[in-house]
């Protein structure tokens, strides 16, 4: 494994040890062209990874091990539908859901088709002509959906339409806590309301018994079995299962078992994003992510966007000791990113195992964590400026207000975002600490007593990926960009980003759980243990006292 032992990773190993004890403040200084040469661009999107401790050769040698890992003929098996996704024998072709022409590609055919399905649907339920049982038209639409069939298009409609516009309202529901589809449902008339079920098997267990209740919901209205086809849609691989359901061919879009749930938002499943935001703005959130993919699949090394965020990531995870990472959004309304990347990157990437099956002697992803400035300033910030851990940070920053900036609050907004990014690079020693103390008026002692408080040691890896606005197509582009770099750093890490097997136990289990729950009537003490444990038994009596 090139990780394990390489030339290329021994040679990082003893950089990285060298670079321990220096200051990127100090390379930032020596090397008047940093900024420009640590730098790159694609798709609208600038990344300045300056601040990153790292030099010329370190970032050589990372190219080096890429080369070592042969991502290029990954990247090309990737675009060209090898199977990518071994545990499941099926290709990873997401790209193909934005691609805008007709390809070679059987598939795009299907994909185009869809597209137009999704287009007319759009038009239908944005005009109003789509109408509920009462006669009237559509005036919320409710996304049943969970992981991959939520968190997508939630982000990308809160991103894209942050005040709800003429068009329905555009609400989601992921929880089983009965209060999740309640709280959504409490001010809505069934009447006019519309459910996409967003599920790509069709099978999972949140998403079949919301949309059971909203069925209820909607019979208990008085809407008829016949009435059900004007109030339901399905986004689905399993045509049958949702017709078991009730949603007639008709109402059904189709997804494939090549779109993994987490990189589906491109697909129907983007249905509810492109009803809240309009057509052409989710045609241009495909183009985006479209103009990423190609710089991704020709763009060389050195200059690729996704392979240098990935060897980033690598670089601080495996050389220099990062268990986490911390992705802020300096937009209010990318607040949901860091969501949506910890479903990209911890499910994709949170394995154990190489691609052949070897136990990893090395660590695979980090956790990936955060919110968005400047709300995290005045709560975690004090971990990652003082805090003992390595917390490498990617600073999300469209520069320019995406409405007007009448008051100037927007570039306050920028301003504490570079602020953050100065102070966590330069820090402040304890002799600057006393200074100011000593400035503030405090005497000699406690200026020295406090001192240690105040220094902060600086040196704080981070980057700033910046884009001039929040556009659909820079949003396409950023998405696109944290996909294929999670993609590299699974072929860096040797390990297959497609498959989730570790999700599967907990439903297993969850089904006893609740066979246990349910299998002695509510009051009575279980006599016999459920056949779990003690422990688990002794939860499912606590449950049973509380609800008698
Ligand atoms: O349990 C994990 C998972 O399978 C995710 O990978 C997926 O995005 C989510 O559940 C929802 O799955 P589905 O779209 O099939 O309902």
Not at 170 to 190: C, F, K, Q, S, T
Not at 448 to 476: V, Y
Not at 505 to 516: N, S, T, Y
Request: with cysteine; glycine share 8%; aromatic share 6%.
């Amino acid at each position: 494994m090139t990780l394990h032992d390489s030339p290329e990773s021994r040679a990082l190993a003893q950089q990285a040890a060298k670079l321990q004890q220096t200051s990127i403040a100090a390379m930032l200084e020596e090397d008047a062209d940093r900024v420009h040469s640590f730098s790159a661009e694609a798709a609208g999107l600038h990344l300045d990874f300056s601040r990153h401790l790292l030099d010329r050769d370190s970032l050589a040698g990372l190219l080096a091990l890429a080369q070592r890992a042969d991502v290029r003929s990954r990247i090309n098996a990737l675009f060209s539908g090898e199977h990518v996704n071994p545990t499941e024998d099926r290709p990873a072709l997401h790209m193909l859901l934005r691609a805008s022409g007709v390809s070679d590609d059987p598939r795009s055919a299907e994909v185009l088709a869809t597209r137009e399905r999704m287009r007319e649907c759009v038009a239908l339920l944005r005009s109003g002509r789509h109408r509920g049982f009462g006669g009237h038209p559509i005036a919320d639409v409710v996304n049943i959906g969970i992981g991959g069939s939520d968190l997508g298009p939630r982000l990308t409609s809160e991103a894209l339409t942050p005040v709800p516009s003429a068009a329905p309202r555009v609400h989601y529901v992921a929880n089983i806590d009965p209060e999740d589809l309640h709280g959504i449902l409490a001010p809505l008339n069934p009447a006019t309301t519309l459910f996409i079920v967003c599920s790509k098997s069709f099978g999972t267990e949140e998403t079949l018994h919301n949309a059971l209740a909203a069925r209820r919901w909607l019979r208990d209205a008085g809407a008829a079995d016949a009435d059900m086809a004007a109030h339901f849609l399905a986004v689905t691989t399993n045509l049958q299962a949702a017709a078991d359901f009730g949603i007639p061919a008709d109402n059904c879009l189709p997804l494939w078992d090549w779109v993994g749930g987490r990189y589906s938002l491109w697909s129907a499943i983007g249905l509810s994003t492109a009803i809240a935001t309009g057509w052409d703005s989710f045609a241009d959130l495909l183009r985006g992510a479209e103009g990423m993919d190609r710089h991704f699949r020709d763009a060389p090394p050195e200059r690729n966007l996704p392979l240098l965020m990935s060897l980033l990531e690598i670089w601080c995870c495996h050389f220099l000791g990062a268990g986490n990472h911390a992705v802020l959004p300096y937009a209010h309304r990318l607040r949901r990113l860091p969501d949506f990347l910890q479903q990209l990157t911890m499910e994709s990437n949170g394995k154990r195992v190489s691609r052949g099956g070897a136990a990893l002697d090395y660590s695979s992803a980090p956790v990936l964590w955060g919110a968005a400035g400047t709300i995290g300033q005045h709560s975690f910030h004090q971990l990652l400026h003082q805090g003992t851990r390595l917390c490498p940070v990617d600073f999300i920053l469209p520069l320019a207000p995406a409405g007007a900036d009448v008051d100037g609050r927007h570039a306050r907004l920028v301003a504490n975002c570079l602020a953050q990014s100065r102070a966590l690079m330069v820090g402040r020693s304890e002799e600057e600490a006393r200074q100011s103390l000593d400035q503030r008026g405090h005497s000699d002692a406690e200026a020295t007593a406090l001192a240690p408080h105040l220094a902060m040691p600086g040196n704080r890896p981070h980057s700033i990926l910046s884009f001039p606005q929040l556009t659909p197509r820079a949003l396409g582009a950023l998405l696109a960009l944290y996909e294929h770099r999670t993609f590299c750093s699974s072929v860096l890490w040797d390990i297959n980003a497609f498959d989730q097997w570790g999700v599967e136990l907990g439903k297993e289990i969850g089904r006893q759980v609740h066979d246990a729950m349910s299998g002695t009537p509510l009051g009575e003490k279980i006599s016999q243990p459920g056949g779990l444990d003690s422990a688990t038994d002794a939860m499912i009596r606590r449950w049973r006292d509380a609800n008698t």
